[in-house]
Nanobody, 127 residues
């Protein structure tokens, strides 16, 4: 089992920044790829960003490219999502997820590919 706990959400004005953290426990962190997803009110959950086991490969949704970065610290069992130039449309509950088995490079943006999920953290961007 893998336990994931997100933190760092909150209320921020448009144009501001937030850094989300996701702390993992239960298995060797460096064995799994990580992803961030989000779900806005009335919408389906969508892919935001993903990072490979070593951190050498990352992917982003078009809507956040150039504004968000993803990183991981395997020594701290933590993955981060740095969100800059936030927009009201970024308002959502953000979830981190771990992909332990499967083909990350093919499935990084597929929710069904991820084996474990956190409980989510709310991000609200005011205009």
């Amino acid at each position: 089992q893998v336990q994931l706990v997100e933190s760092g959400g909150g209320l921020v004005q448009a144009g501001g920044s937030l850094r989300l953290s996701c702390a993992a426990s239960g298995r060797t962190f460096s064995n799994y790829a990580m992803g961030w997803f989000r779900q806005a009110p009335g919408k389906e959950r969508e892919f935001v960003a993903g990072i490979s086991w070593s951190g050498g490969r990352s992917y982003f949704a078009d809507s956040v490219k150039g504004r968000f970065t993803i990183s991981r610290d395997n020594a701290k069992n933590t993955v981060y999502l740095q969100m800059n130039s936030l927009k009201p449309e970024d308002t959502a509950v953000y979830y981190c997820a771990a992909l332990l088995t499967g083909n990350y490079y093919r499935d990084y943006d597929r929710q069904a590919a991820y084996n474990y999920w956190g409980q989510g953290t709310q991000v609200t961007v005011s205009s």
